[in-house]
């Protein structure tokens, strides 16, 4: 069984940066994401690296990138350019199903969550 654990949240202001890091315990997934929440809102995908291949979504791109390292147990998000609207709790998740990407419903193994505030 996977466990996962994020670390990094905090409070910026706008134009900022944060680097977001989480971990998997257990066996080493096939793919590992980030998630987030904003208040009020459905869980929105974030990036995801499957088998060393990267996946980032339209929030993402352009600011964001992921990183993995070479035992694939780890992931980072660095985000840079931040916008109130980034405000959310993010998430990591973890899954044994190879290509899960950003389908939400494919991960079993998420972790408790970091908050991420954006403002001035």
């Known amino acids: 069984q996977v466990h996962v654990v994020e670390s990094g949240g905090g409070t910026v202001q706008p134009g900022g940066s944060l680097r977001l890091s989480c971990t998997a315990s257990g066996d080493i997934p096939s793919c590992m994401a980030w998630f987030r929440q904003p208040p009020g809102k459905g869980r929105q995908g974030v990036a995801a690296?499957?088998?060393?291949?990267?996946n980032l979504s339209n929030v993402a791109n352009g600011r964001f990138t992921i990183s993995q390292d070479n035992g694939k147990n780890t992931l980072d998000l660095q985000m840079n350019k931040l916008k109130p609207e980034d405000t959310a709790i993010y998430y990591c998740?973890?899954?044994?199903?190879?290509?899960?990407?950003?389908?939400?419903?494919?991960?079993?193994?998420w972790g408790q969550g970091t908050q991420v505030t954006v403002s001035s």
């Open positions: 690296i499957c088998s060393g291949r990267p």
């Open positions: 998740a973890a899954t044994q199903v190879q290509w899960s990407f950003l389908r939400d419903d494919l991960y079993d193994a």
